[in-house]
């Protein structure tokens, strides 16, 4: 009997060191993930500054890589204009474990990049090359290319797509529809008109007045919309690379090509008369519309968009302009299934 017993402990004994030895292999294998030791970007843990040349000289992008995958690599477009790559500051919660490489990108004239504040820059045409010159010095590929755009980020999204979409894999385009005129119609007579009305009335007035430094204009917004539009979460629960963005905006950019108001893009701003709906139908690549039921932009219209689009397939989430924070769990899963289908030729 002891004879068995013994016997039966050395067999188990070599299962249970093949299993563990399995498990560290496992282990080993899944942390290459984030193995920067063979990469040029080792030494800043991923960021990569890049050269961009303009008609006003060179200036320097911030970028930072986060994971490994040579099939599966997500550059990330963030709006505003003038915004940063902070709005995306939950990505490192949901792609890691699913092994999808991701780029943060802050755009020339935004808080980690150069600031020549030249507003002969500040055009659609001159950040669609900006991307491109991005994109060829971080080695992208159309085999491996995957581009995301959030908000004004998705503008830019689509206009490079419309240009240099031979470069890319997959489309994403979040919280963005693809008309200024379509989005202002649907703040003034969808979303103002579900304001209490005196806030709405006062709203309208410091708007008329053109003065949008009053800090109650901030504070009407902060309190009535953006936490229904915006984020749908109290201030006091915003997840803190959501105020960093707010902080680190470029307010110059912003108001020159979005506008002072939060109710359309209007006056002198550059984007006001932006449409490329009728384009889209050139748009080939594999492209993904991800809108959200509570955003400042119609879900509906983001809906037709994707039936636009060659190849185009559209989720709505339960979110609203931000909803990569207030309705991850669809926003992730979508984004992560769109990803993988396209990789694996499994998109339809």
């Known amino acids: 009997m002891k004879y068995l017993t013994s016997s039966a402990l050395i067999i188990l004994l070599l299962i249970m060191g093949c299993t563990d030895k399995s498990n560290k292999n496992e282990i080993i294998e899944k942390s290459s993930y984030f193995d920067y030791s063979k990469s040029n970007d080792q030494n800043t843990g991923g960021i990569k500054m890049i050269p961009i040349k303009t008609p006003k000289g060179t200036f320097n992008v911030y970028t930072k890589r986060m994971g490994n995958n040579p099939k599966m690599r997500v550059l990330l477009l963030h709006g505003g204009p003038g915004g940063t790559h902070e709005e995306f500051g939950n ?10 490489e991701y780029i943060y990108y802050d755009q020339l ?7 020549p504040n030249d507003s002969t820059l500040w055009t659609t045409e001159h950040f669609v090359e900006e991307v491109e010159q991005v994109r060829k010095s971080l080695n992208l590929t159309k085999d491996n290319f995957y581009l995301l755009g959030q908000s004004w980020g998705g503008i830019l999204a689509m206009e490079y797509a419309l240009k240099y979409q031979d470069n890319l894999k997959g489309l994403i385009v979040s919280n ?11 703040a003034q007579k969808v979303l103002g008109p579900q304001l209490p009305e005196d806030v709405l009335k006062e709203i309208k007035e410091i708007e008329a007045n053109k003065d949008y430094a009053n800090p109650r204009y901030e504070e009407l917004l902060m309190k009535h919309f953006y936490t229904e539009h915006i984020l749908r979460k109290p201030l006091d629960k915003w997840p803190k690379s959501v105020h960093l963005l707010f902080e680190h905006l470029n307010p110059g950019i912003y108001t020159y090509m979005q506008g002072p108001s939060e109710f359309g893009i209007s006056g002198d701003a550059t984007l006001k008369d932006w449409d490329i709906s009728d384009k889209l139908k050139d748009i080939k690549v594999p492209t993904l519309m991800l809108g959200a039921k509570y955003d400042t932009m119609d879900p509906k219209y983001m809906e037709w968009m994707a039936t636009e689009v060659q190849n185009g397939q559209s989720i709505t989430t339960n979110g609203s302009h931000l ?12 984004l992560v299934k769109f990803i993988k289908d396209v ?4 998109f339809k």
Do not use: C, H, T, W
């Not at 004239?109 to 600031?115: A, E, G, I, L, P």
């Not at 909803?323 to 979508?334: G, H, L, N, T, V």
């Not at 990789?343 to 499994?346: A, I, K, L, T, V």
């Open 91 to 100: 990505f490192d919660g949901y792609l890691p474990n699913e092994k999808i």
């Open 109 to 115: 004239d935004s808080y980690y990049s150069d600031k």
């Open 323 to 334: 909803s990569q924070f207030d309705d991850p769990e669809i926003y992730f899963s979508a």
């Open 343 to 346: 990789d694996s030729r499994e």
């Open 176 to 186: 963005m529809v693809s008309s200024v005129p379509e989005y202002n119609k649907y």
